[in-house]
């Protein structure tokens, strides 16, 4: 790979993921102490009681929520950030299945979950048609997919178009596609709301 094509912005984002301390100081940093806040405007959605997380991270979403009471499972892709929540879950004395798998291979039956939680993991799937084809077998008729993401805001405002000009030529993150047409074209209904410094994080409901 040529110096030049490496993106580094990716590079920063992976190594932070790939140790979930380090990961938890820069997500508290990025959000000015506000992520788990952000994470926590899932609940106002939330309904039924099978859930499933996917992409868990460091699992303290998915512990929150298992403490309301739901019955909830948890998807993760990297090992490192899987053994973390069920390291974090087993020793707040929950027993929760958090699957080392992909968005892309749900290894559920079909209409299993009345709600489906991602939070500031859209960015990283790159082929969303086929993470939706997924999340949609999974949903129960009337489910809900609800998602917390970072990305361009609706109203493209200045201080985020500069932002995302800086940002957008060091990183494969998809930070400017439009998500809910994606939802849309697969016939769920949706709403989005922006909110945060500069309307940089959103709120995605989609209705199956
Ligand atoms: C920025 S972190 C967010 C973690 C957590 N949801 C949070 O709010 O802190 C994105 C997470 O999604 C996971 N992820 C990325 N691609 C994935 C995929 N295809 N399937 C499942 N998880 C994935 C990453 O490993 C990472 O832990």
Redesign the pocket.
């Known amino acids: 790979m040529r110096l030049t094509k490496i993106k580094f912005f990716d590079l920063f984002y992976r190594a932070y993921?790939a140790w979930p301390h380090v990961y938890n100081g820069v997500?508290q940093l990025i959000s000015i102490g506000q992520w788990e806040k952000w994470?926590d405007r899932v609940f106002e959605d939330i309904n039924g009681k099978n859930i499933l997380e996917?992409?868990?991270?460091p699992g303290k979403?998915l512990l929150r929520i298992a403490k309301k009471g739901y019955r909830v499972t948890g998807?993760?892709?990297?090992r490192g950030?899987a053994y973390e929540a069920r390291r974090r879950v087993k020793e707040a004395g929950f027993d929760i299945d958090i699957l080392n798998q992909?968005?892309?291979h749900l290894p559920f039956k079909d209409e299993v979950f009345d709600c489906i939680v991602l939070?500031?993991?859209l960015s990283?799937?790159v082929h969303l048609e086929k993470a939706i084809i997924e999340l949609k077998r999974v949903l129960k008729p009337g489910g809900k997919v609800i998602i917390i993401a970072g990305g361009m805001p609706q109203d493209r405002n200045l201080i985020a178009r500069f932002i995302f000009k800086i940002v957008e030529s060091h990183t494969t993150l998809r930070l400017e596609r439009n998500n809910k047409a994606y939802f849309e074209d697969y016939g769920f209904k949706v709403t989005r709301e922006d909110f945060g410094p500069f309307n940089l994080v959103n709120k995605i409901i989609a209705i199956k």
């Open positions: 993921h997500t994470q996917v992409g868990v991270g979403l998807i993760e892709l990297r950030m992909s968005i892309y939070t500031f993991i990283e799937i």
